[in-house]
């Protein structure tokens, strides 16, 4: 990754934080934020009038479509993501795609692409349909801002003071437990919230 994109990563994701009105203590509302950005989220299912295809992929190769950005010929812009559960196989309701946290990792990383201005490259077919991605030096700027703005730091340190488990972090925002581990580690949350604990009162 470039050098200080880390740090401004944290400054984006904080800006859009303040643009859509949510704190540094809770996880981005992505729904807000699609609207800040004007992008359209929509279910796979939803666009492309039949899960049929979803589910043919996920009998396939389970999880390799997450999701997919298309800038349409009228100007819209729509994040497409994935409609079945990686774990179950069942169909995601729109609903439960607000809390389940891999949804939520993959609309956020496609709205930090945009974000980032990233272009659309290589062109993927998956199960006949064109899909496109980002080189792999995108793929992981979009990767970390999406974790900083499902995870803040502020938030991290403070739940690493109050002593929450990786687990249970994931649980109360709605992300993946690895998502909360790695958001975690990276942040350097724990280690702040033990230095804070050995200053003397
Ligand atoms: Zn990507």
Not at 58 to 87: C, K, M, W
Not at 135 to 148: F, I, K, S
Not at 184 to 195: I, K, L, N, W, Y
């Amino acid at each position: 990754m470039r050098r200080g994109f880390k740090a401004q990563a944290e400054r984006h994701a904080a800006q859009l934080r303040d643009a859509v009105n949510c704190s540094d203590r809770e996880t981005m509302c992505l729904p807000k934020l699609a609207a800040h950005l004007k992008v359209e989220v929509v279910a796979g299912h939803r666009a492309l009038g039949s899960a049929d295809p979803f589910y043919a992929l996920h009998q396939e190769q389970p999880g390799a479509f997450s999701g997919a950005t298309f800038h349409l010929p009228d100007g819209r812009i729509v994040v497409v993501y994935n409609p079945i559960v990686y774990e179950t196989g069942d169909l995601l309701s729109a609903r439960a795609a607000q809390t389940h946290g891999r949804t939520r990792s993959d609309v956020a990383h496609e709205l930090s692409h945009l974000v980032l201005g990233h272009d659309l490259r290589e062109i993927k077919t998956i199960a006949g349909h064109p899909f496109f991605t980002c080189d792999p030096e995108q793929e992981q700027e979009a990767n970390w801002l999406a974790g900083c703005l499902l995870l803040p730091r502020p938030m991290l340190v403070a739940a690493a003071r109050r002593g929450e488990a990786d687990d249970h972090v994931a649980a109360q925002h709605h992300v993946t437990i690895e998502m909360a581990r790695w958001r975690m580690s990276v942040s350097g949350a724990r280690m702040q919230a033990a230095r804070g604990r050995a200053r003397p009162a």
